[in-house]
């Protein structure tokens, strides 16, 4: 059974300051997904991460993926508030039956002043 | 380009009462959707993959006689919550692929349903 695990669960940040969120899977998968959440609403695709070693960057997120350790990375520069969300990375079971998302729990951002 | 639509964004019924929701796929055609029920501060879980002209697959643990699900075009999937109860209250996503499952999801805007 494919596992998918962030940490952390909760982040709380000062603006201004990086970090990293980690996305670790159980098995065997080059195709990983990040997407943002906000509160009551549905998911927004923020990168989609096709093969070993891509990276992609989109203002102060960039997103990395290790097929290899099975990992892949969320790192936030210089934070500002509009960027508290909750973070969710999928992995594409395409391998499997019929391409289905599992989803890991996500990660709760909150930028403070 | 790939937008999802969902109808309707919030619904509130009573205990008993069967609900219904559409997927729309606006501008491509969507041969699987998959719809999602998430509860709050809870992650995403898959309840069924739905191909068009096809029954559904439904996750371990989701009742299928519950859950009515129908793909009967490529642009429209249903989800009917019948005999709903209050547990049955989350938020219901949902998205759709095009044609191989080598490509990506598009996720709809979601629907909060609360059963009283």
């Known amino acids: 059974e494919l596992k998918v695990e962030q940490n952390p669960l909760f982040l709380s940040m000062q603006e201004g300051k990086n970090y990293t969120i980690y996305c670790n899977y159980s098995?065997?998968?080059?195709?990983l997904y990040w997407y943002r959440q906000d509160p009551g609403k549905s998911l927004e695709s923020l990168f989609v991460l096709l093969s070993n070693g891509a990276v992609k960057q989109e203002g102060r997120l960039m997103a990395s993926l290790d097929t290899k350790a099975r990992l892949s990375t969320l790192h936030i520069t210089a934070a500002v508030h509009d960027l508290s969300a909750t973070y969710f990375c999928?992995?594409?079971?395409?391998?499997?039956?019929?391409?289905?998302?599992?989803f890991g729990k996500g990660t709760k951002l909150s930028v403070k002043p | 380009g790939a937008v999802v639509s969902q109808h309707p964004s919030w619904v509130i019924c009573k205990s008993g009462t069967s609900v219904k929701i559409e997927c729309r796929s606006l501008d491509f055609q969507a041969t699987t959707m998959f719809w999602y029920r998430q509860f709050p501060k809870q992650s995403l879980m898959l309840m069924a993959t739905s191909n068009e002209g096809s029954k559904a697959t439904y996750e371990q643990g989701v009742e299928k006689d519950k859950f009515l699900i129908n793909h009967a075009s490529l642009t429209l999937s249903t989800l009917t919550v019948t005999s709903a109860h209050p547990e049955d209250s989350s938020f219901y996503i949902c998205?759709?692929?095009?044609?191989?499952?080598?490509?990506?999801?598009?996720f709809g805007p979601g629907t909060r349903l609360t059963v009283l």
């Open positions: 098995t065997t998968s080059d195709r």
């Open positions: 999928a992995v594409d079971t395409y391998g499997g039956s019929q391409g289905n998302l599992i």
């Open positions: 998205s759709a692929r095009e044609r191989d499952a080598y490509n990506e999801q598009f």
